[in-house]
């Protein structure tokens, strides 16, 4: 069974830093594409950041390129999201996706945690 648990969300200041872990069990993510979306209420997942399975290539969503950067350590098979100068429009609760795949403007997930909180105050 497939289990992505992240670590790492609470509350902060705008201005401040978090960094989320996400620890994969029951799935080898070095075979995978992992990312990280995030939902806020009444809302559909949206799209954050993904890493190609050798973290070589990385992809975000516009609004937070240049503050937030995704990384893996595929011996440990973790996944990490670094989040500096973060504001108050990035609270949301922050979910691990494993199986990322976009074509022609959509996107799928084969796997997904089941959430972590990330509350920036102003």
């Known amino acids: 069974q497939v289990q992505l648990g992240e670590s790492g969300g609470g509350l902060v200041q705008a201005g401040g830093s978090l960094r989320l872990s996400c620890a994969a069990s029951?799935?080898?993510?070095?075979?995978?594409?992992m990312g990280w979306f995030r939902q806020t209420p009444g809302k559909d997942p949206e799209f954050v950041a993904a890493?190609?399975?050798?973290?070589?290539?990385?992809y975000y969503r516009d609004s937070v390129k240049g503050r937030f950067t995704i990384s893996r350590d595929n011996a440990k098979n973790m996944v990490f999201l670094q989040m500096n100068s973060l504001k108050p429009e990035d609270t949301a609760v922050y979910f691990c996706?494993?199986?990322?795949?976009?074509?022609?403007?959509?996107?799928?997930?084969?796997?997904w945690g089941k959430g972590i909180l990330v509350t920036v105050s102003s």
């Open positions: 996706a494993g199986g990322v795949r976009a074509w022609g403007g959509t996107m799928s997930v084969d796997y």
């Open positions: 029951g799935l080898t993510i070095s075979g995978y594409s």
């Open positions: 890493s190609s399975r050798n973290g070589g290539t990385t």
